[in-house]
């Protein structure tokens, strides 16, 4: 069936693959991308599909309310999935403000616009909100979350996520909006922007840099690789049920330094390099404020109901992970260069 979707977030990291993803096996579907290209979003992500004919690019700010309308009136998208973010908890220790008003309000001008245009018939619309599993705060050794865990978030970042999940669900309970969510843990994989751990650690180690490690290392995260991720989305935007939320995870925690050791450990092979040279690159720095100790998902909804898994094992996608890097380093300089080494140079300036 013909459809417009309209992926916001396009340019960003799980954005790229989420279009991709869309553009390549719905090629009956008009994909349009909208992104305000902030220092995390780049068209380089979309290279290979750019001239794709049921692909077009749009630049707008979701936190401009005019621009968004105008864009929901003129393209009718049937479905939104919307991904686009202030998305790194640093950046948001730093400048809170940017988050509530690219990801709450931006959020609130998505639904809006989703309104107008739907609202003589919202038959077969839905609109996607991609969130994280940072809304439910922190577990301690045991548990885990799922779609019924009480949303306890700490830092700016994931207080923001939680408002944008709480505006989505009040937009299905007030309005009838056709909506879904999917909270998913920590994604890696090919075009991760490197302000991230692994991409981090990867330019670090060719640059014989240190890494950088909060606290004692024991922070402990569920990684999924991104197109598992991507591949998740479309399953709960095509047969998720209105007004649901799904977890997304790996099935695959990972203490911090556990996961930079092995790391390390495939970066020595494939660059030929002695054993155990990479780690002696790790540095330990301070903590972060409100660092949460452990987050784990249970996904069993999204594999039961809607036959959902994860494709490859940790070591397997963090092996493709790093081939991708190696074979684009091209990209890897580019993005580490100008605003984004400014960034970096203040933030880790301890390490
Ligand atoms: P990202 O930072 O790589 O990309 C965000 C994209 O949004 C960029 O292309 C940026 O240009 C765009 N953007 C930012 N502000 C905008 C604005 N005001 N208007 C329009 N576009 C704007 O983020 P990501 O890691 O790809 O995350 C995408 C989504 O998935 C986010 O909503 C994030 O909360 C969620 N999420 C991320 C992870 C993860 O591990 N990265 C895990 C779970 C959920």
Known sequence: ?????????????????????????????????????TYAGNLENLK???HFPNYAFVKADITDKQAVLAIFQEYQPDGIIHLAAESHVDRSIVDPMAFVMTNVIGTVNLLNAARIIWEDNSEGKRFHHVSTD????????TGFFTEETKYDPHSPYSA??????????????????????????NNYGPNHFPE??????????????SLPVYGDGKYTRDW????DHAK???????????????????????????????????????LGRV????????????????????????????????????????????????????????????????????????QYKDA
């Open 1 to 37: 069936m013909n459809k417009t979707i309209l992926i916001t977030g396009g340019a960003g990291f799980i954005g790229s693959h989420v279009v991709r993803e869309f553009v390549l096996k719905y090629p009956e579907y008009q994909i349009i991308n909208l992104d305000a290209l």
């Open 48 to 50: 290979d599909i750019e």
């Open 134 to 141: 940072e809304v439910f705060g922190a577990l301690g050794d």
């Open 160 to 185: 923001s996520k939680a408002s944008s999940d709480h505006f989505v669900r009040a937009y299905y309970d007030t309005y009838g909006l056709p909506i879904v969510l999917t909270n998913c843990s």
């Open 196 to 209: 991230k751990l692994i991409p981090l650690c990867i330019h670090n180690i060719l640059n014989n840099k």
């Open 224 to 227: 999924l690789y991104v197109i």
């Open 232 to 270: 998740a989305i479309d399953l709960v935007f095509h047969e998720g049920k209105n007004g649901d939320s799904y977890n997304v995870g790996g099935f695959n925690e990972w203490q911090n330094i556990d996961l930079i050791k092995e790391l390390c450990k495939q970066m020595d092979e494939k």
């Open 275 to 346: 054993h155990g040279s990479s780690e002696e690159l790790i540095t330990f720095v301070k903590d972060r404020p409100g660092h949460d100790l452990r987050y784990a998902i249970d996904a069993t909804k999204i594999n039961k109901e809607l036959g959902w898994k994860p494709s490859v094992t940790f070591e397997e996608g963090l092996s493709r992970t790093i081939d991708w890097f190696l074979s684009n380093q091209e990209w890897l300089e580019h993005v580490t260069s100008g605003d984004y080494k400014k960034y970096y140079d203040n």
